[in-house]
């Protein structure tokens, strides 16, 4: 079965071209899935000979342990994705993950650092000859000002990058590349830093004082570090920025087609989830500002 596992996330990567993190957790999820099975069902139990009962025995463990719906979610997802890839090779005869029914997850707004607060975090002096300093504002700014993901921000190279033009190349989900414009202090901050990367034979944008490549953990904890005590946005992630970029774009009247396409959404109902938090927000200055809008 682990050969088995090994093809199926190498079919995740490389055939459907999913991230490394979303093979990871689905790696996990499948390893979650046949060490249940195997405790449940015997050491000679085959996982991918499970049926419709195995899987809702499994799902009703999940809930007793206290899983939270979101995870149980995305772990059926899993089995979903798996039992179909088996079909496909024809390893089974159907998918019996099909039929699980998953409780509806309640519709949660994204976190967002606040404009005001964005403006103090973007405005606050820095050390403009410390290299650690300029890239750490630089992540901040790019992040923020180009709503990109966090995956596609540690794979930017230099070859990536169009100052005369002043656009980013970048690929994302599904190996699609789109172009994302950038501003005057983005272009300052990029001129800025990238004749003091530490190293001319690395083409990655972002490198650790040693020259090495930044990693997903490496940014994650440079974002954390600069939001932290300076928002009161509930997270304090790469995915924040990129939230609070939409919000603010679509709160300053841009086309939700164009926030679109510069988030990369294959779906526009994706990026109408910001349109609520925008409306969320409205809602809430005309509650506190109108002078009909509470009762007497």
Known sequence: MSDLYGDFLNHLRYELNMSVHTARAYGNDLRQWHTYSCAN?????????????????????????????????????????????????????????????????????????????????????????????????????????TGMRASELVGLTLRDIDMRGRELKVLGKRNKERIIPFGQELYELLALYIPMRPSDLCDSLLLRESGKPFTYADLRKVVHDELRGNTTARKQSPHVLRHSFATDMLNCDAEITAVQQLLGHASLATTQLYTHLSYKELLTNYEHAHPRAQKQ
């Open 41 to 145: 069902f015997g050491d000679g139990f085959n996982p991918a000979a499970a049926d419709i009962t195995d899987l809702r025995l499994w799902v009703a463990s999940l809930a007793s342990e206290g899983v939270g719906a979101r995870s149980i979610r995305r772990k059926v997802q899993t089995l979903r994705a798996f039992f179909r890839y088996l079909q496909r090779r024809g390893l089974v005869a159907g998918n019996p993950a099909a039929d699980l029914v998953t409780a509806r997850m309640p519709k949660t707004l994204p976190s967002v650092v606040k404009p005001d607060e964005m403006k103090e975090i973007l405005d606050a002096p820095f050390d403009a000859e410390n290299f650690a300093e300029v890239r750490n504002r630089l992540i901040i700014n790019i992040l923020y000002s």
